[in-house]
C-alpha cells in the first residue's frame, strides 16, 4: 500500500518561512514524479508545484514562482517544500502527490495517482 505522509505545517507570520516534506512508502515503482497542491477554504485544489525523478525539472504556479522551492532526495523517497516570503494568500492544506512511472513533471491533478492526507499551512497578517 502506497502512504504519502506529509509534515512541516503549522502557522507562521506573513514575510516568515516553512518548510513541507512529504516521504513515500510502501511502492514499487522504479520513477516518479512528485508535486505539491494546495487547497484554500472555500477554493478548488491547485497546482503549486511539481518536480521530476532526477530533480533536474521543475514547474512552479506563477503565484509561486521566486518565492517557494521544491526538492527531492530520492535516497529518502521524500520531496520538500520551501516556502519563502509568505502570504497570507498561501494559507491552504498542502498536498503532495506521486506520479506513478512518470518521467515528466504533472501541473495537473489527474497526472498524479497517488496523494497524501494534507498538512496545514496559515499565514497570519
Known amino acids: 500500500q502506497v502512504t504519502l505522509v506529509e509534515s512541516g505545517g503549522g502557522l507562521v507570520p506573513a514575510g516568515g518561512s516553512l518548510s513541507l516534506a512529504c516521504t513515500v512508502s510502501?511502492?514499487?515503482?522504479?520513477?516518479?514524479?512528485m508535486g505539491w497542491f494546495r487547497q484554500a477554504p472555500g477554493k478548488e485544489r491547485e497546482f503549486v508545484s511539481a518536480i521530476n525523478w532526477s530533480g533536474g525539472t521543475t514547474r512552479y504556479a506563477d503565484s509561486v514562482k521566486g518565492r517557494f522551492t521544491i526538492s527531492r532526495d530520492n535516497a529518502k523517497n521524500t520531496v520538500y517544500l520551501e516556502m519563502n516570503s509568505l502570504k497570507s494568500a498561501d494559507t491552504a492544506v498542502y498536498y503532495c502527490?506521486?506520479?506513478?512511472?512518470?518521467w515528466g513533471v504533472g501541473t495537473e491533478q489527474s497526472d498524479y495517482d497517488f496523494w497524501g492526507q494534507g498538512t496545514r499551512v496559515t499565514v497570519s497578517s
Open positions: 502527490a506521486v506520479a506513478d512511472n512518470y
Open positions: 510502501g511502492h514499487t515503482f522504479s520513477h516518479y514524479a
